[in-house]
């Protein structure tokens, strides 16, 4: 991909992690990246590697080829015409922000160009993102550059615009979701006998093992647990336990509570 100058606007956890993703991807040197935030201190770790961090959202914005929007969501409207009188009819702008539509963001802008949505999480950081992309009056081959981008880091589709709102909740809280289970089964580690570290390093490494090999398989889920699940097994108690307890449909309510949230405000 073909970038001079990327800017990102907002140096959050998001903003951060893509920024440290580029980096250790060496798609682009350091001096090709501005990252603004208020307190500039705390993007102290970019400064040291060449990147130029500043508070100012125009000049970040002078000349860059892709504009990331890594604001709040009651931010992103005057940021964007703040930023206004520098964007291009090439400019690729890509807003991470939640529930906030493409011509939304079009209509605060003083001209038409491509506008991206795209929802990592931040596992992007170390290459392993999974990020949901919609576009907006945008070229095919400026698609490309996109889905290019966000594919170094990870996985990375075009989905259409209605469903950004889920793939938030699927990918990006998601992640938490996964973390949380994590720790979950390391207390339960603990539980049953472990030292902390120990049932950590083992919940954390059966999870990704779970992950890989049904993402390298394609297999579904059900197919590999029946695989470890014998008649009066102690998988299939542990199972039926989690179920009885409301694993599956606690893990669906929390998902639509998070989806309603985006959709409804509340």
Known sequence: MKV????????????????????????????????TRRRTSLLSEFAEKGVL?????VEAAKDADVILLGVKPYQLEAVVKQIGPELKEDTLLISLATGIDSNKIQSYSPISLPIFRAMPNTAIEIGESMTCISSFNASEEQEQQVLQLFSEMGEAIIIPEELMAASTVLAACGIAFAMRFIRAATQGGIEIGFGSKLAFQISAQTIKGAADLLIQKGTHPEDEIDKVTTP??????GLNEMEHQGFSSSLIKGLLTSYNKIENGK
């Open 4 to 35: 001079n100058k990327l800017a990102i606007i907002g140096g959050g956890n998001l903003g951060t992690a893509i920024a440290r993703g580029v980096l250790a991807k060496g798609l682009l040197k350091a001096s090709q990246i501005v990252i």
């Open 232 to 237: 009066r097994g102690v998988t299939i108690s």
């Open 53 to 57: 961090v500043t508070k100012d959202n």
